[in-house]
């Protein structure tokens, strides 16, 4: 008798020792579903994270001014604002210095416009002058007048967006930031380009100049005509 209570409680044990292995074994499958429902729910947003910090990463590169010199440098020269301007979403800045009476261009329009650009982040050198002599460098005042079509990209992202809600007539001094101008710094790659010799020199200069060169540009755009 006492061998069969014995032998019960032995196997009673038993039978507590592998219900208790079964209910420990069923606890660990438990957590790792868990855990990795967890980790698939965790994916998505990690996986959006490095797009987020990379983003904000380069709105922090975005404050400074683009140079060879400082390429991949967490520092340099910030960009520089300017109250009395708009700024468009494209970082476009443009000051209205006369409004215009008459039309504004569509798509598709032959426009007739008068320009000068000035080398604003380096010394303010003039490039081009607005149908006149600006120095002895420059014979400007018998040049034609630019001619070009909009939305066909033949000129810089810049001077097309500036343009687009100008009316006829008006005057427009706008202030270029690298990424709205020539593309990778060649003036003979889209228009507008300097008629002259000496504002040849003095933008290409500028704008391949591999050192810490600010390449921020300034262009006053006179919207003469809309030629349909």
């Known amino acids: 008798m006492l061998l069969r209570r014995k032998a019960f409680s032995s196997g009673r044990e ?6 208790s292995r079964r209910a420990a074994n069923v606890r ?5 579903r868990e855990s990795l429902a967890a980790a698939l729910v965790l994916l998505p947003a990690s996986a959006n994270l490095q797009p987020a910090v990379a ?26 604002t300017y109250p009395d301007y708009e700024m468009t979403p494209s970082g476009l800045q443009y000051k209205d210095m006369r409004e215009g009476s008459g039309d504004t261009p569509r798509q598709g329009d032959t426009l007739l416009v008068d320009w000068d650009g000035y080398t604003i982040g380096y010394y303010g050198r003039p490039f081009e ?18 001619r070009f079509v909009l939305g066909q990209h033949t000129v810089i992202p810049a001077f ?29 790659k889209q228009g507008p380009k300097p008629t002259t010799f000496a504002g040849e020199r003095a933008l290409g200069f500028v704008l391949g100049n591999q050192g810490m060169i600010d390449k921020t540009l300034l262009f006053d755009i006179e919207l003469m005509r809309i030629l349909k």
Not at 28 to 32: D, F
Not at 136 to 146: A, L, Q, R, T
Not at 173 to 188: H, M
């Open 129 to 146: 002058a607005r149908n006149k002599p600006k120095g002895s460098s420059f014979e400007g005042s018998d040049k034609d007048f630019y």
């Open 28 to 32: 660990v499958q438990v957590g790792r």
């Open 55 to 80: 983003a904000a990463q380069q709105g922090e590169r975005s404050k400074y001014e683009p140079m060879e010199a400082l390429k991949g440098k967490d520092y340099g020269k910030p960009r520089m």
């Open 160 to 188: 097309e967006e500036a343009v687009a809600t100008m009316k006829v007539g008006g005057i427009r001094r706008i202030i270029v930031p690298v990424e709205l101008g020539y593309p990778n710094n060649d003036y003979k």
């Open 14 to 19: 038993q039978g507590y020792t592998q219900s």
